[in-house]
């Protein structure tokens, strides 16, 4: 096949208690690259599907949950042997439908890839502590036990990704699950749930549920047999979502917005940090929580650096997300595209200098290109410095010392992601303590994570917890606490 050869579109249902149902509806799941594509025909699902996905699940967790942990590791591992194998076409899948680029679509796949065996090892790990008693006749322990159904509701900017690091160790620890992937994103999560039934899966462990937000969303959040909830989205829908099963009393964790600095000092590697800066801002399209999108800069390097940052982003190619050379592809859908324009022309309203891009490109047809764009001369109060964009933009903001850098990267309601790119070591290690992010980089673009450390943000960028790792463990399990004395002695 071509890079710009097309399939037939195949059909994406929901999957319940193992079997794939029918949808009250069928739309179309289409290629941002080439909106007049469709790459898949999606069965639309109601809130009826999401009360037989979630009672599936209730009723699959007694089994799953005393299935000894390592043979649940043993379904994981083999689902990542899986998927390693369908690794292409599932990242070829991916590229078509969210618009990221080959290289990027097969490297998130293998990143759920090593996400799954990660999680698999994790079965083997102890699950609980011994204490001394103050009783000579108590053993008393702790063990960690699983939460119980769990509902996943995950966004389409890293669609097999993100889904891997909240299914894996839901699965991992014994819970089980029912699964909203965002309604652009369908084949995507087609592909992990097919590694996982394949490999063995009982059924009812992981539905599947496709569908609008508001037809389905309020069926997981508020059913009675729902546990606990996990998301990762916009913040007015995660608060939202926050409010109503809190006062339910399930157990929620929320992965939000962002609105990451990147911090270059006036002692900086330029070229470094311009390349970082670059990679943080516009690959993906910038459709990142953790994407850079404001870069606060020392005024003495501030004209250098921007030109550098200019060189990159007209250098990189923009286009067909399948060609090899491709360095940046469309923004996801419609609505993302009219969403960043809006931002570019508030931006040039406030008095922003279009230094690179500024606009769609046109020149490449019906496709959601958006040029990377970096605008120099942004006041710091404009919204495409204070608000989320998700999109190919670097706003440049100049600072007069670190303490004024600090400030401005700290001025904001969101605290997911930070970068400082600095020689001082000294510099290096304060901005460590002084930065409100969850994640700090140094010289190192603000995007990109290690799956096997804990991931989550600050202030209104959290619900507070941590994904990932072995963090994970503290969501998706439960503590309790035993104490057994010794019968008396006959």
Partial sequence: MTATATADPVDVRAYIAGEWRDGVRTG???????PSEQVARVHSGDASHATQAVEAARDAFPGWRNMPPPLRGDILRKAADLLDQRAEQVGRDLTREEGKT?????????????????????????????????????FLYARREPVGVVAAITPWNFPIAIPAWKIAPALAYGNTV????????????????????????????????????????DTLVTHEAVDAITFTGSNDVGRAIQSKAVALGKKVQLELGGKNPSVVLADADLALAAEHVARGAFLSAGQKCTATSKVI??????????????????????????????????????????????????????GAKVLAGGGRAKELGE????????????????????????????AIIPAGSYDEAVKLANDTPYGLTSALFTRDLGRAL?????????????????????????????????????????????FFTQWKTVYMDMPPVQ
Avoid at 28 to 34: E, V
Avoid at 180 to 200: F, M, N, R, S, Y
Avoid at 367 to 394: C, R, W
């Fill in 297 to 350: 800069v020392e005024r003495g390097v501030l004209k250098d650096f921007q030109d550098r940052l200019v060189a990159i982003a007209q250098s990189w190619k923009l286009g067909d997300p399948l060609e090899a050379d491709t360095k940046v592809g469309p923004v996801a859908s419609e609505d993302q595209l009219n969403t960043v324009q809006r931002y570019l022309d508030i931006g040039q309203k406030d």
């Fill in 28 to 34: 179309s799941d289409i290629n941002p690259s080439r």
């Fill in 367 to 394: 496709g959601y290109y958006i040029q990377p764009t970096v605008l120099g001369d942004v006041p710091a109060n404009s919204k495409v410095v204070t608000e989320e964009i998700f999109g190919p933009v670097a």
């Fill in 102 to 138: 080959l290289a990027e679509g097969i490297g998130e796949t293998r990143r759920a890839v090593a996400i799954l065996r990660y999680y698999a090892a994790q079965t083997l790990e102890p699950d609980g502590e011994t204490y001394p008693s103050h009783s000579p006749a108590t």
């Fill in 178 to 217: 029912v699964w909203k992937p965002a309604e652009i994103v369908p084949l995507t999560a087609k592909h992990l749930l097919q590694a996982l039934v394949d490999a063995g899966l009982p059924k009812g462990v992981l539905n599947l549920v496709i569908g609008r937000g508001r037809d389905i969303g």
């Fill in 430 to 474: 304060r901005f460590t303590s002084d930065i409100r992010s969850g994640v700090v980089k140094v010289n190192q673009e603000s995007a990109g994570l290690e799956f096997h450390v804990p991931f989550g943000g600050m202030k209104e960028s959290s619900s507070g917890s941590r994904e990932q790792g072995k963090a994970a463990r503290e």
